[in-house]
């Protein structure tokens, strides 16, 4: 088996955004090659605000192909709703979808203990892409980045964990 090689087409101009849901909302952008391009924090504050200001960010990426949404209810109505608008692909999750794939089962005894090995292995995401490194990382943004690797994963972007992401 390849480690985190590229299958079907290798078009680097394509990118996938991964949002952990909210009102304060993780957002994190992998390029095609599935390397990490930037990840942040946003805090939208109501439901109408995201509203206006998810035309803004889809524009800002203009190769974007698939959004992957972790959560549900009112707000990923709003994103599916923009995204499916501009034609791109959306997949839903919820954690139990990802957390599986990169946490150990002890990891994820509580909420806390989970965001908080989350937030190891989206600092060990952001190394392995090359990334500005953060001086601090939020857990909204942390988590983005697993549902991100998750996504690329589940899309067929990527074939495998790549090697230096992986645990034993």
């Not at 995401?125 to 990334?131: K, M, R, T």
């Amino acid at each position: 088996m390849r480690s985190g090689n590229i299958t079907g087409s290798t078009d680097a101009s394509r990118s996938l955004l991964a949002v952990d849901l909210g009102l304060r909302t993780g957002l994190a952008l992998f390029a095609g090659s599935g390397r990490l391009v930037w990840y942040r924090s946003h805090n939208f504050g109501t439901t109408e605000r995201l509203r206006h200001g998810l035309p803004g960010i889809f524009a800002s990426i203009g190769d974007l192909e698939a959004v992957v949404l972790e959560g549900g209810g009112n707000l990923a109505t709003v994103w599916e709703r923009e995204a499916e608008r501009r034609g791109i692909t959306v997949v839903r999750i919820g954690a139990e979808r990802w957390r599986p794939l990169f946490l150990h089962d002890r990891e994820q005894r509580s909420g806390a203990d989970a965001k908080r090995y989350a937030g190891e292995l989206a600092r060990r995401v952001i190394d392995w892409s090359g990334a500005r490194r953060p001086t601090s990382l939020r857990h909204d943004a942390a988590e983005a980045i697993m549902i991100g690797l998750w996504g690329l994963l589940h899309l067929g972007w990527l074939d495998s964990l790549p090697r230096e992401l992986q645990r034993h």
